[in-house]
């Protein structure tokens, strides 16, 4: 690239129109868009209820749209009765029931696919085998897997017959497992023996077996599927391998009929206190939301191949690979491994393989993937795609030129979809073939969502030069109903600040002159390490769980492949380490902070100092910390520190 080109990049302020030959053939046109907006605008419950009706398939019909008796507890279509299995399986089968569903890619490169029929019977002998040992409406499953369809089965399954799953991404550590089935008090956990990543076999079960060790008094059954064959310790009484378990099911199950307000999931994330929050979803809401954006946004045709290739194990695996695609119909593939398994070609090779037209990652895969130069996926036939997505962080403008330009041929629309766990599904994107983009920017909300940038005050902020809150301002189907568990901690952090007016998302952001919307990043104490969010006492404390370490501070900074990296502060018990001290420590630490959480949450660095700088009142000035990561400029004043020597210690010179 040029330096001309770079010039450009970095004062990208260019608008893309849609593609004409995309926009020609578009699912929602301009007027469409315009319809919907306007409806939306003049009636937004009853916009709601009519998309409940057309969308979903109601068991019982719900006579009331909006209970905001409890608000801002909402509940939405809560005297109607539906199914989510039902109505992303049994609703295809008359008409589609020999059409693709899941096309399976594994990292060795074995390939299979399950038609809608197949996967219907697969999800039906699971539910019968869960209820056969036992799990009723209501029940909480916890489910720890490699991406593979039996995944899938597995969240469907659940819903089919009414028990709440929680999905732990296998990356995370047998502590942090432990934490999520000990909070959910789940009677189940459902696993594998591993997963191939890179190349290598993930265990799961070992980590499932540690999680349960100490305390794991909840759950009584463990099922274990076999994917790479690697030897497990199966416990006899509590442990049972999934083909056993599957064994003389009958392929049809009756749905249970559940209550639209029913939890189907719960999902953890991070907040900005240590401990992880159960976000606890609907089922109706949830899936009506996750369906209209699936083909709001993703424009899905009867003939498309839909690639996310976001984990189960975040919300982005919830609702654009499990329930939004399969509740509108769609065939998806799903990948089981690392993007750059056995080189930096697989994503293409897979898009190529499997005819893959809609494309949705995460900026960091994109960043990565762009690194290694345009001649990888020059080698690949992408002709197929037809639109490509971004989601989890912001996109900088030249991560997406590339997508552009190079994945994109220049003919497929980009959507930079901005949602987050807690909102269930996508709330703000350009809709592809009518809103113009930009480079950066997730553009406007979808049709029946009221997003805002407003002041402390809760006023909306005229200057598009100014930022401010990110807020919604009126509830939404898809919206978290709750915290599991912790009703005063759901209210504390998103509807305190506005007077429980507004859901107060943590992100600051700003709109400019034409009202895109743009999301600048966490305003709280959350950061986003190649997309996976992180919070900054969750990663404290597990350092102070070493036993060298007295203190420590964490703090992010721009990485240019992770979007962020954790910079960690690290004060020790006794003197400072220096030297080879210093460096085996901070390896160790690296590791030990890995094992506490999980991989994705190790530091980038580590620095150990005598103290941290801290406030008269004892708080870390963290701003300070952030600011010395980054080699800023320091505004703070420094001059109330207790040794003000500090700085230059803290900026590793002393
Ligand atoms: C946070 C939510 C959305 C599902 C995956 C992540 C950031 C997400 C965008 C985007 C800028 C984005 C926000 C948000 N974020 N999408 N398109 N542009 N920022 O879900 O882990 O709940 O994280 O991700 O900061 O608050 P999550």
Redesign the pocket.
Known sequence: MTDSNIESILHENRSFPPPLAFAAKARITPAEFAALNTEAARDNVAFWTRLAREELSWHTKFKQTLDDSQAPNYRWFADGMLNASHNCLDVHLAANGDKPAIIFEGEPGDSHTLTYRQLTAEVCRFANALKAQGIQPGDRIVIYMPMVPEAVIAMQACARIGATHSVVFGGFSANSLRDRINDAGAKMVITADGGWRGGRSIELKSAVDAALADNGKTVGKVIVLKRTGEPVAMQEGRDLWWSDVVKGQRDRCEPAWVGAEHPLFLLY?SGSTGKPKGIQHSTAGYLLSAKLTSQWVFDLRDDDVFWCTADVG???GHTYVCYGPLAAGATIVMYEGAPMHPDGGRFWKICEKHGVTIFYTAPTALRALMKLGDGIPAKYDLSKLRLLG??????NPEAWIWYHTVIGGGRCPIV???????TGAIMASPIPGVTATKPGS?TTPVPGIDMAVVDDNGNPVGNPEQGGWLVVRKPWPGMLRTIWGDNARYLSTYWARFGNCYYV???TAHQDQDGYFW?M??ADDVF?VS???LGTMEVESAFVAHPRVAEAAVVSRPHDIKGESIFAYVVCRGTRPTGTDAEQLSAELREFVGKELGAIAKPDDIRFADNLPKTRSGKIMRRLLRAIARDEKITEDISTLENPAIVEQLRGRA
Not at 390 to 395: A, D, F, K, R, T
Not at 416 to 422: F, I, K, N, P, Y
């Open positions: 994330t975040w919300v982005t971004s989601v989890g962080e912001p996109i930079d979809t901005w949602w987050q766990t807690e997730c998302a943590g992100d999301c990043g966490r986003k997309g996976h969010r």
